[in-house]
T-cell receptor, first 114, second 112 residues
Framework: NAGVTQTPKFQVLKTGQSMTLQCAQD?????MYWYRQDPGMGLRLIYYSASEGTTDKGEVPNGYNVSRLNKREFSLRLESAAPSQTSVYFC?????????????FGEGSWLTVV | GENVEQHPSTLSVQEGDSAVIKCTYSDSASNYFPWYKQELGKRPQLIID?????GEKKDQRIAVTLNKTAKHFSLHITETQPEDSAVYFCAAPKAAGNKLTFGGGTRVLVKP
């Protein structure tokens, strides 16, 4: 039982390049999330998927797109990377979307855009 | 949207002393308040949470208190140990959903 697995762990991109962060969970959770973490700013929600087949914007969606491929997988795409997107990205999941459901995080993906 | 303010941003304590971190929130409909611990280079992990129908919850050396009237909640760590050194985040959901808004984090350093 691996929990939430995300790849890659580290990536360096040039400005303007595109890439996709992959995430999969094996806990049969309905809800999945993508957060970014910048120093001193906590964790900010980029996009979330309350259930399979739905996606919604979070606090900071600009410059990103997501796909809920199936119940297990939720990917995050940067179409044209910018230095402001240098951050640590965490995928997460929870059993359901209602408040009170524990959110489990993946190990993080360190992205640097130069 | 929900605003969550967390203080202090850094906290240094002597081993064995207590540590207290406070968070305030803005959405009076928030009903669930988790605390996450993040060790250096690791993922955030839930350590304790509280729901709006109780005022205090304890789990060994950690406790969380909630004051709904004042819209603030606090994490208390007693008898601190070096392994408590980490960044701690509070969070609150917007209304009934699980769109958690996180505080900015508190870096706790426990000095032996």
């Amino acid at each position: 039982n691996a929990g939430v697995t995300q790849t890659p762990k580290f990536q360096v991109l040039k400005t303007g390049q595109s890439m996709t962060l992959q995430c999969a969970q094996d806990m049969n959770h309905n809800s999945m999330y993508w957060y970014r973490q910048d120093p001193g700013m906590g964790l900010r929600l980029i996009y979330y998927s309350a259930s399979e087949g739905t996606t919604d914007k979070g606090e900071v969606p600009n410059g990103y797109n997501v796909s809920r491929l199936n119940k297990r997988e939720f990917s995050l795409r940067l179409e044209s990377a910018a230095p402001s997107q240098t951050s640590v990205y965490f995928c997460a999941s929870s059993e359901a979307f209602m408040g009170g459901n524990t959110i489990y995080f993946g190990e993080g993906s360190w992205l640097t855009v130069v | 949207g929900e605003n969550v303010e967390q203080h202090p941003s850094t906290l240094s304590v002597q081993e064995g002393d207590s540590a207290v971190i406070k968070c305030t929130y803005s959405d009076s409909a928030s009903n669930y308040f988790p605390w996450y611990k993040q060790e250096l280079g690791k993922r955030p992990q839930l350590i304790i949470d509280i729901r709006s129908n109780v005022g205090e919850k304890k789990d060994q050396r950690i406790a969380v208190t909630l004051n709904k009237t004042a819209k603030h909640f606090s994490l208390h760590i007693t008898e601190t140990q070096p392994e408590d050194s980490a960044v701690y985040f509070c969070a609150a959901p917007k209304a009934a959903g699980n769109k958690l808004t996180f505080g900015g984090g508190t870096r706790v350093l426990v000095k032996p």
